[in-house]
């Protein structure tokens, strides 16, 4: 969230600059238009997840529960992120880009926004089972390499 206000900033700065326009306006409006942005782009995921489940064959409702599991991977959720914390990988990778505290009477030790997303999908299908492979980024710090949802 951090990154898109210093973005919708610097945008509304060069249409003040540019064009004379209000300053407050303009920043809401560039704003709105960020947030949409990025909004499509975790749709963006989402939908994929949904073509490769097209070739599997499962029950509507195991589809169901993997897209969820897309949404859910593809959201602004501090809580998840935390969680996802309580694995040592995530926890070290988040330490590293200044994402995550060991400090000790700290309310809260992960520092980041929450922003999850999902990268680089493959479908994994064999001896009748099928599986999602996805790369994890939380706050755009790449954090597991290929996680899985079991698909059946």
Known sequence: MKKIFKEAHKMTRKMVKEYGVNYKAQFAICLS???NQEEEGMNENVEKAKELLTNVVCSPGQ???VISKFEMY???DTEL???ECEIKEVRQSLKNADLYTYEYG???NFLGEGKMETKNMNLWQNYGKARIYFDLYIDDVLVQNNVYI???
């Open 74 to 76: 593809n959201s602004v």
């Open 63 to 65: 589809k169901e529960i």
């Open 33 to 35: 238009y960020l947030l």
């Open 150 to 152: 079991k698909i059946k």
């Open 106 to 108: 700290v309310e809260r």
């Open 81 to 83: 992120a935390e969680k």
